[in-house]
């Protein structure tokens, strides 16, 4: 009967995004607000890759791999601000079904390429603080590109098994996402196939990648606070303890997407 039902119902050609409710005013402020903070997004993140990139001195892997960072940044809010914004002016909430589908992929895939791009990071700076004199053998630019590459590819991988389920599972009647953009976990829950093997996994992968990437990264700054403390110099201490909280501020800022 369940199987007749499928059969029978039109099939979804788009979505509706709810986005943000409330007042018409209020939208209209708030997509003022996003917009400038959107702008001064890129510009920041772009004035970063040409900075990076004129100046010969930052030519090092660390930098490498904050102009690769910044690269992610642009690219992950294009995803989804744009079409905010235009649900937030035009009123206009449908979005195809293909680009919902990008959108929501892209999403992800860009959020855990950022997220595996700082798990490199703190790879990097423990090289560098625990290692020093080996650092420039051990993390050379060929090594740096592969890591960068690594990245992206752990990602789609990751990804690839629930596109295609995702892709091959059948849409037919429900069409509201409770969310701003196409979020992949809220489509699922509109599709009228067996989302229960997608569900769970997507929960196992999700879980091994985040625990996995989480130990990485404690146990690789666990290992450089414990050399930062034992340096002699009051002045380098300081200076590189200031480099490392940075990093984990980005950590903890890419960690709040997923």
């Known amino acids: 009967m369940s199987s007749v039902k499928v059969r029978n119902a039109t099939p979804v050609i788009e979505f509706i995004l709810v986005g943000f409710p409330g007042a018409p005013q209020l939208q209209i402020s708030l997509s003022i607000v996003i917009s400038i903070i959107y702008i001064i997004a890129l510009i920041g993140n772009l004035l970063m890759i040409i900075i990076i990139s004129i100046d010969y001195r930052l030519h090092t892997p660390m930098y490498f791999f904050l102009l690769s960072l910044s690269f992610l940044e642009m690219c992950f809010i294009t995803v989804y601000v744009p079409k905010m914004l235009a649900i937030l002016v035009s009123k206009k909430t449908s979005i195809s079904f293909s680009e919902c589908f990008i959108q929501g992929y892209f999403y992800y895939l860009l959020a855990g390429t950022d997220l595996s791009l700082l798990t490199a990071m703190a790879i990097d700076r423990y090289v560098a603080i625990c290692h020093p004199l080996h650092y420039a053998t051990i993390i050379s630019h060929r090594v740096c590109a592969q890591m960068i590459l690594g990245c992206w590819l752990v990602s789609f991988l990751l990804l690839l098994v629930p596109t295609i389920l995702l892709a091959r599972s059948p849409f037919c009647g429900a069409n509201v996402v409770n969310h701003f953009f196409c979020d992949s976990t809220e489509v699922i829950r509109l599709s009228c196939g067996d989302k229960h093997v997608m569900q ?45 909280v940075s990093h984990i501020t980005m950590d903890q800022c890419c960690c709040s997407k997923i």
């Open 200 to 244: 769970l996994f997507i929960l196992i992968v999700c879980t091994t990648y985040l625990v996995g990437i989480s130990l990485v990264i404690a146990i690789s700054y666990t290992y450089v606070l414990s050399t930062i403390f034992r340096m002699p110099s009051a002045t380098g201490r300081r200076k590189t303890f200031s480099t490392c």
